[in-house]
């Protein structure tokens, strides 16, 4: 890859350089290659197959909905579907893999290139997949520390994972952070992996190297088994500093495995790491290529859900968002369906989305629930906005309304005539009558006359200074655009 002009921040001179491997646990109710099931949390061991136990002569079977995943999320990536790929015995020694190998995809994976778009803050990236491949879990050793022994637990063994590889595209850790979020929520929205971080269902594997810019790329170094977004984040800045310490005190990087200790904060070596020649991979014999006839795929783009970014230009398109309102609202399908249930019943589609990414997302945040109906309905936030945006109410005084919506202060009608009934309980009706405001504004412009002198001389914190007497006179509820035009068409 080349050593072009660095696209991100550089760190004490050197530039990051950032590739992702993910294992994303697929949703299939059985196991990869066995029929046992994939429940989360049973007893050790209940949960394995001859086939997961490696028992001589058991024989490993596809199963068709973890294909189908694969399939569905490289359609969602805009990746190549390999018409046949191939499995292939990654062979390790390990207590938890008892076959001795772990059936994997090597030189033909099933999904093949594609990328993965999202927003660092308001600026637009993207990171380029070389690839995603089936495999199967490996089990886990379990240490008993209360009766001195270790043991096996192979309800695991054979999950299947997708694991899904970028070029070393990212240049920061906060990109980093961004990618894998944007991964996690566009398998979470086609459904095909629950997920969840703490369980294991959503692991990232951070490559990390840094270079001074321009130079050839460095040494990496791979953090293993991130699974918060937040010690992502942590991990990989420590593993910058080390790095970059390590080069300024004259010590070559050493290709390793590392492991992240979030009560140190600190990242530390595991082994040295094994080259694909190590593991001697080959086709598997028990398994034949997989392959997917077009059909299979084109039934699949039919029939699949619209994905966040489709969404997200549907939302430019029609309701004239910004990309940057399209993207936040299209974090999740709870936000998107929220939204498009607001846009239902009012054409205040800017507003709508203001509120929505604003206010009601804090809201959420603050109470720790997920985002949905339960603090304010879409028909409430709708009547809201509308009244902010015909002018009846402010947008700050729209703040009180919310919070009168949320408590359930006037429940009684529809939900325009519940907005209309706390803007009347508060008083928040903005001023209209000019007759009134300009009254006022006369005051105003009488008691400060220092003021207006000074704007006369082109002051125009001045203005502001009159602007504010006049909505303080109003007590908040004149239309601060309007004071500003009677003002100045008075001041001349
Ligand atoms: P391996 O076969 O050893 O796993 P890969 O070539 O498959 O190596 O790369 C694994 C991951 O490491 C990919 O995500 C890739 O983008 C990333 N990567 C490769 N080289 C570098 C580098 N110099 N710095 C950071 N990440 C890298
Ligand atoms: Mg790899």
Not at 334 to 342: I, K, Q, R, T
Request: glycine content about 8%.
């Amino acid at each position: 890859m080349q050593a072009g002009r660095p696209t991100g921040p550089l760190v004490q001179g050197y530039e990051v350089i950032i590739g992702f491997e993910t294992h994303t646990q697929l949703t299939t109710k059985s196991k990869i290659f066995s029929r046992a099931s994939t429940a989360f949390g049973a007893e050790p061991n209940t949960q394995a197959s001859a086939v997961d136990f490696a028992l001589p002569g058991a024989l490993p079977v596809m199963n068709k909905g973890a294909v189908q995943r694969a399939i569905e999320f490289g359609l969602a990536v805009n990746a190549h579907i390999a018409e046949s790929s191939v499995f292939a015995r990654k062979n390790y020694f390990y207590p938890d893999l008892p076959k001795g190998y772990q059936i994997s995809q090597f030189e033909i994976p099933v999904v093949q290139g594609g990328s993965v778009e999202f927003f660092l803050g308001e600026e637009k990236k993207s990171v380029r997949l070389v690839r995603a491949h089936l495999e199967e879990d490996a089990g886990k050793s379990l240490h008993e520390d209360f009766i001195g022994m270790s043991g096996i637990d192979l309800n695991r063994a054979g999950t299947p994972l997708l694991e899904i590889v970028t070029e070393p595209d990212m240049r920061s850790s906060a990109e980093a952070v961004a990618y894998a979020k944007e991964l996690h929520k566009i398998v979470t929205w086609i459904g095909i992996c629950d997920g969840n971080m703490q369980e294991g269902s959503f692991r990232c594997d951070a490559n990390v190297s840094v270079r001074k810019p321009g130079a050839e790329l460095g040494t990496r170094r791979e953090i293993k088994n991130l699974n918060s977004f937040k010690f992502m984040q942590q991990a990989i800045d420590y593993e910058v500093r080390w790095q970059i310490e390590q080069l300024e005190d004259g010590h070559a990087i050493q290709q390793a495995t590392v492991l992240f200790d979030p009560d140190t904060g600190e990242t530390r070596a595991m082994r040295t790491k094994e080259d694909a020649a190590d593991y001697r991979y080959f086709p598997d014999p028990d398994l034949p290529p997989l392959v997917i006839g077009r059909d299979w795929v084109e039934k699949t783009r039919a029939e699949m859900t619209e994905l966040p970014r489709v969404m997200a230009a549907r939302f430019v398109a029609t309701y004239g968002l910004p990309e940057y309102d399209a993207g936040q609202l299209t974090q999740s399908k709870a936000v998107a369906s929220y939204f498009e249930a607001v846009v239902a019943a009012s054409r205040e589609y800017k507003l709508a989305s203001n509120w929505i990414s604003g206010e009601l997302s804090r809201r959420f945040n603050l109470i720790g629930e997920p985002f949905g109906d339960s603090l304010v309905t879409p028909l409430q936030l709708a009547a809201l906005v509308n009244r902010i945006g015909d002018g009846t109410i402010s947008n700050n005084a729209g703040r009180q309304v919310f919070e009168g919506l949320a408590l359930g202060e006037q429940l009684s009608g529809d939900a325009q005539k519940q907005v209309d009934a706390i803007i009347e309980a508060k008083g928040l009706k903005q001023m209209s009558d000019t007759g009134e405001l300009e009254k006022i504004i006369d005051d105003v412009l009488a008691a400060n006359a220092k003021n207006v002198e000074e704007v006369k001389a082109g002051n125009t914190k001045a203005m502001n200074a009159l602007v504010g007497q006049a909505m303080k006179a109003t007590k908040g509820k004149a239309n601060p655009a309007q004071v500003n035009e009677l003002l100045k068409k008075k001041l001349g």
